[in-house]
């Protein structure tokens, strides 16, 4: 999977889990209660569960999921005080989804850009298997960088 296309994926998820599954009632109430503020935080985790999951490799689930929903309540969080204190208006509006936007293109480039760059390499048996996100390095690439694979392959349960 391309970046591009695990960062469209992530975007997609964001689309449905702030507006689709957020109701008037709780996008009109979430600055003034927390339970709204934590019900649709709840949804908007479980949502992005999905799309990460569909998205990123295993390894990087769980950091990407927990990123993105965390940071997700600590904007729509600061964005209810701010409409506060100013009042809701198109601008922060407008603010409030361009963090989120580039805080899915940051998770999903770093946890993915990072998988893309050095591959992933594990012993299975007695062969050597290396897995790039996209088009990374193989196997030739992780020998000639000083990776040494003559010693016999560990066994599933002996780590």
């Known amino acids: 999977m391309t970046l591009g296309f ?7 998820g964001h ?3 702030d507006f689709y599954l957020q109701t008037n009632r709780v996008a009109r109430g979430k600055g003034e209660s927390g339970t709204l503020l934590a019900l649709h935080c709840g949804y908007y985790a479980l949502c992005m569960a999905l ?12 950091p990407v999921w927990l ?6 309540a600590l904007i729509d969080f600061g964005k209810a ?17 361009t963090l989120h936007i580039l805080l ?4 999903v480039a770093a946890f993915a850009g990072d998988r ?16 790039g996100f996209g088009d990374g390095p193989g196997a030739a690439d992780h020998l000639a960088s000083g ?9 599933i349960g002996e780590d």
């Open 6 to 12: 695990a960062l469209v994926l992530v975007l997609t």
């Open 15 to 17: 689309v449905i889990a």
């Open 51 to 62: 799309f990460v999951s569909l998205t990123l490799p295993l390894d990087s689930i769980v």
């Open 67 to 72: 990123a993105l929903s965390l940071s997700h």
């Open 81 to 97: 005080r701010l409409e506060k204190r100013a009042g809701s208006s198109l601008v922060v509006f407008v603010i409030d989804q």
């Open 104 to 107: 899915c293109a940051a998770v």
């Open 116 to 131: 893309r760059r050095r591959g992933s390499c594990r012993r299975h048996e007695s062969a050597v298997r290396c897995d």
């Open 147 to 155: 990776g040494d694979f003559r010693s016999p392959p560990a066994r």
